[in-house]
């Protein structure tokens, strides 16, 4: 099946090779994730998994969230998640999906939300050349001028200028399994990936 699988960002580290070469790798715990509801053209007009992760309390969720979950058998689950264009063969509902999917080599794409850093300037948001410091300047860390004068007299769209940054969902592509654990559901995967620490994260093969 085509189809991916969502997990919880540990933390990073570095892991050393046959070589002794340090490779910065990050530990994911993914799944085990189960199908909660699958979708097909005659029936939603498209083909698509559903998956469940991070089981809760009941009271945690709604009423509605608990009855869609109750037509699979779930337990109470925090996350839902959807894939679209998989093959629907061998997947039935209350199908557990774990780390086994994965081997070592794979590579994977994985998305999350990237770490909310609040409101931020041109100089840390866009990486703009502050103003001379000394000889009376007061342009410090202004963003200078955003536009011409009477022509055309206006801001023209997609300026750069201050703003929030992060919080914003990202993908990374082609990221290889460097090592995976079923036993304890995880995955080591080489390079970064976006968000914090617990950041929700999906993986999905490339």
């Known amino acids: 099946m085509n189809i991916g699988i969502l997990g919880t960002k540990i933390g990073m580290t570095q892991v050393f090779d046959s070589s002794g070469l340090a490779i910065p790798?990050?530990?994911i715990k993914a799944g085990p994730c189960k199908i909660t509801q699958i979708k097909t053209p005659e029936t939603d007009g498209y083909s698509s998994i559903q998956i469940g992760y991070y089981d809760v309390k009941s009271s945690v969720l709604n009423k509605a969230k608990l009855g869609h979950l109750k037509k699979s058998n779930s337990s109470p689950v925090k996350y839902l998640k959807e894939y679209k264009n998989t093959t629907l063969q061998s997947a039935s509902l209350g199908t557990i999906i774990s780390v086994s999917l994965f081997t070592i080599g794979d590579k994977v794409s994985i998305t999350g939300k990237t770490t909310g850093k609040g409101f931020a300037g041109t100089i840390k948001k866009h990486n703009f050349t502050r103003g001379p410091m000394?000889?009376?300047s007061k342009n410090?860390?202004?963003p200078g001028s955003i536009g011409m004068g009477t022509t055309p007299g206006r801001v023209?769209?997609?300026?750069?200028m201050a703003g929030r940054l992060?919080?914003?969902?990202r993908t990374v592509k082609n990221l290889p399994i460097i090592i995976t654990n079923v036993e304890n559901n995880l995955l080591v995967i080489k390079g970064a990936v976006p968000g914090k620490v617990g950041n929700l994260l999906s993986i999905k093969k490339s």
Request: glycine residues 22%; without cysteine; aromatic residues 6%.
């Open 140 to 142: 410090h860390r202004e």
């Open 134 to 136: 000394t000889h009376g």
């Open 166 to 169: 992060g919080g914003k969902q």
């Open 156 to 160: 023209y769209p997609g300026k750069k």
């Open 25 to 27: 790798v990050t530990i």
